[in-house]
């Protein structure tokens, strides 16, 4: 018996729900038996009294994708998909993440911290510049700022969600992301969005943006990314599945932006799709996933 964990208490709990609910379905489809269960952050003890061998893990952003249902379910030795607490925790935080990635020489645009109440320390590097809380996930509470005067601002948004605020230099070009699968990378996917940048409208709400797969870059930039989100991935003890999320600006650099341990498996969401193009259906995704192979 499969229990599939959705909901949670984060800024995604919406986008959880529906995640949850189309890997129930798939899971139903192939004759597996499973349940949905709608965790609100405070009724885990309802969970614990279900007879289930393994959860799958459907909980995006705080609670769900930090190691907190990890640390849980490893208390109770139960089985769980995707990558284990540690991992999961490390790669929610975006601040660890950078520092792990730059530990492995990875490729990252220039970036400070700030803590709520501490003083702006003095910025080397140039406008315009990305300031995000480093524990949310789906572009919650980040802020594109081109002027200095419009710092503190940004900051007090980040600062509502989390007490540490990253501010990095702000890369212009095209987002990619790569879907990892059981230790290999799938096709890479171009996002386009028609003004702003890939936030939380962009990516759940929005009908304009476009996802390209085949995503445009030449055969050999392509294997490249992929080759640079295996490396991130691995870097961080990453398992089973994921997304690395990369921007290239003009000249066609790439910068590792973050990754996600538990991505979006909506209509909407860019890991079915990435399995698609592969072959893969969103059933066979699903049932890949949680047998890890």
Not at 40 to 61: E, P, S, T, Y
Not at 78 to 107: E, F, R
Not at 115 to 143: D, H, Y
Not at 219 to 245: H, S
Request: aromatic letters at 8%; charged letters at 20%; glycine letters at 8%.
């Amino acid at each position: 018996m499969i229990a599939v964990l959705m909901g949670g208490n984060s800024a995604e709990r919406e986008v959880s729900l529906n995640s949850g609910n189309a890997v129930y379905d798939a899971l139903k489809n192939q004759g597996v038996e499973c349940f949905k269960f709608n965790w609100h952050g405070n009724n885990l003890a309802k969970l614990w009294v279900q007879d289930f061998d393994k959860a799958f893990i459907v909980l995006h952003g705080r609670g769900g994708e930090d190691g907190y249902i990890q640390r849980q379910l490893e208390q109770h030795n139960i089985a769980y998909t995707g990558s284990n607490a540690i991992a999961s925790q490390q790669c929610m935080n975006k601040a660890t993440t950078k520092d792990i990635w730059q530990q492995h020489n990875l490729p990252l645009s220039s970036s400070i911290l700030v803590k709520v109440g501490q003083q702006t320390p003095n910025i080397n590097f140039p406008l315009p510049w990305a300031v995000k809380p480093i524990l949310e996930g789906s572009s919650v509470g980040i802020s594109k700022v081109e002027t200095t005067e419009a710092l503190n601002k940004a900051l007090e948004l980040a600062w509502q969600y989390d007490e540490i605020a990253l501010v990095e230099q702000w890369i212009e070009g095209s987002e990619y992301t790569v879907a990892i699968l059981n230790g290999k990378p799938l096709p890479v996917i171009q996002i386009k969005i028609n003004q702003g940048f890939y936030d939380y409208e962009s990516k759940y709400l929005s009908n304009d943006t476009q996802y390209l797969c085949p995503c445009g870059l030449s055969n050999a930039d392509e294997k490249e990314l992929q080759k640079i989100a295996m490396q991130a991935f691995t870097a961080m003890g990453a398992k089973t599945w994921g997304r690395v999320d990369f921007i290239l600006d003009r000249d066609n650099t790439p910068y590792l932006l973050e990754i996600n341990t538990v991505p979006g498996m909506t209509s909407h969401s860019l890991m079915p799709m990435a399995a698609q193009a592969q072959g893969i259906s969103f059933d066979a995704l699903v049932l890949a996933i949680l047998n890890n192979e």
